[in-house]
Protein backbone atom coordinates (compact mmCIF):
# COMPACT_ATOMS: atom_id res chain seq x y z
CA UNK A 1 0.00 0.00 0.00
CA UNK A 2 1.37 3.59 -0.88
CA UNK A 3 0.97 6.37 0.90
CA UNK A 4 -0.26 9.72 -0.70
CA UNK A 5 0.92 12.00 2.40
CA UNK A 6 4.60 11.62 2.37
CA UNK A 7 5.71 14.10 -0.10
CA UNK A 8 3.67 16.69 1.58
CA UNK A 9 5.04 15.70 5.22
CA UNK A 10 8.43 16.50 3.94
CA UNK A 11 7.77 19.92 3.03
CA UNK A 12 6.70 20.91 5.58
CA UNK A 13 8.77 23.15 7.91
CA UNK A 14 8.47 21.19 10.97
CA UNK A 15 10.11 18.53 9.05
CA UNK A 16 12.82 20.12 7.99
CA UNK A 17 13.17 21.48 11.93
CA UNK A 18 13.44 17.56 13.00
CA UNK A 19 15.56 16.89 10.17
CA UNK A 20 18.02 19.78 11.36
CA UNK A 21 18.27 18.86 14.82
CA UNK A 22 18.78 15.05 14.86
CA UNK A 23 21.88 16.15 12.15
CA UNK A 24 23.35 18.34 14.17
CA UNK A 25 22.85 16.01 16.84
CA UNK A 26 24.96 13.70 14.91
CA UNK A 27 27.66 15.75 13.73
CA UNK A 28 28.17 17.11 17.23
CA UNK A 29 28.30 13.41 18.62
CA UNK A 30 30.44 12.41 15.93
CA UNK A 31 32.94 15.50 17.07
CA UNK A 32 33.17 14.79 20.41
CA UNK A 33 35.52 12.07 20.09
CA UNK A 34 37.96 14.02 18.71
CA UNK A 35 37.63 17.18 20.74
CA UNK A 36 38.16 14.88 23.67
CA UNK A 37 41.45 13.79 21.90
CA UNK A 38 42.48 17.41 21.38
CA UNK A 39 41.84 17.91 25.20
CA UNK A 40 44.01 14.79 26.02
CA UNK A 41 47.02 16.95 24.35
CA UNK A 42 46.67 19.39 27.42
CA UNK A 43 47.57 15.83 29.61
CA UNK A 44 50.88 14.78 27.39
CA UNK A 45 52.61 17.76 28.02
CA UNK A 46 53.15 21.29 27.16
CA UNK A 47 54.57 20.78 24.19
CA UNK A 48 52.23 18.48 22.57
CA UNK A 49 48.91 20.51 23.30
CA UNK A 50 51.79 23.81 21.89
CA UNK A 51 51.96 21.93 18.72
CA UNK A 52 48.53 21.06 18.37
CA UNK A 53 47.12 24.97 19.18
CA UNK A 54 49.70 26.06 16.36
CA UNK A 55 48.11 23.37 13.72
CA UNK A 56 44.54 24.25 14.36
CA UNK A 57 45.43 27.91 14.08
CA UNK A 58 44.82 27.55 9.99
CA UNK A 59 41.69 28.99 8.48
CA UNK A 60 40.22 25.05 8.15
CA UNK A 61 39.97 24.78 11.65
CA UNK A 62 38.83 27.97 12.20
CA UNK A 63 36.20 27.89 9.69
CA UNK A 64 34.97 23.81 11.38
CA UNK A 65 34.97 25.72 14.51
CA UNK A 66 32.03 28.15 13.10
CA UNK A 67 30.50 25.39 11.43
CA UNK A 68 30.19 23.90 15.26
CA UNK A 69 29.14 27.23 16.82
CA UNK A 70 26.15 26.90 14.04
CA UNK A 71 25.45 23.23 14.43
CA UNK A 72 25.32 23.86 18.39
CA UNK A 73 23.17 27.12 18.60
CA UNK A 74 20.89 25.27 15.97
CA UNK A 75 20.96 21.92 17.99
CA UNK A 76 20.39 23.79 21.13
CA UNK A 77 17.55 26.09 19.66
CA UNK A 78 15.79 22.58 18.48
CA UNK A 79 15.88 21.45 21.69
CA UNK A 80 14.02 24.58 23.25
CA UNK A 81 11.13 24.21 19.95
CA UNK A 82 10.86 20.99 21.78
CA UNK A 83 10.29 21.71 24.94
CA UNK A 84 8.00 24.65 24.00
CA UNK A 85 6.14 22.20 22.01
CA UNK A 86 5.71 19.75 24.86
CA UNK A 87 5.38 22.40 27.87
CA UNK A 88 3.21 24.79 26.03
CA UNK A 89 -0.59 24.96 25.07
CA UNK A 90 -1.38 23.71 21.45
CA UNK A 91 -2.32 27.69 20.50
CA UNK A 92 -0.67 29.89 17.56
CA UNK A 93 1.44 28.98 14.71
CA UNK A 94 4.19 26.57 15.44
CA UNK A 95 6.23 27.91 12.01
CA UNK A 96 7.06 31.27 13.98
CA UNK A 97 8.77 28.86 16.43
CA UNK A 98 10.77 26.73 13.63
CA UNK A 99 12.29 30.32 12.39
CA UNK A 100 13.00 31.76 15.51
CA UNK A 101 15.16 29.21 15.97
CA UNK A 102 16.52 29.13 12.59
CA UNK A 103 17.20 32.74 13.21
CA UNK A 104 18.91 32.26 16.30
CA UNK A 105 21.05 29.51 14.90
CA UNK A 106 22.18 32.21 11.90
CA UNK A 107 22.75 34.95 14.59
CA UNK A 108 25.18 32.67 17.06
CA UNK A 109 26.93 31.63 13.38
CA UNK A 110 27.20 35.42 11.99
CA UNK A 111 28.02 37.06 15.70
CA UNK A 112 30.89 34.12 16.13
CA UNK A 113 32.50 34.93 12.25
CA UNK A 114 32.49 38.43 12.90
CA UNK A 115 34.58 37.81 16.14
CA UNK A 116 36.83 35.43 13.71
CA UNK A 117 37.65 38.37 11.56
CA UNK A 118 37.76 40.93 13.74
Do not use: C
Not at 43 to 52: K, M, R, V
Amino acid sequence: MKRTNDYRARQHPAYWAFLVHRISGLVLALFLPLHFWALSQAIQGEAALDGFLRFADRPLFKFGEWGLVVLLSLHMMGGMRLLLIEFLPWTGPRKNWIAGAAGFGIAAGLAFALALVG
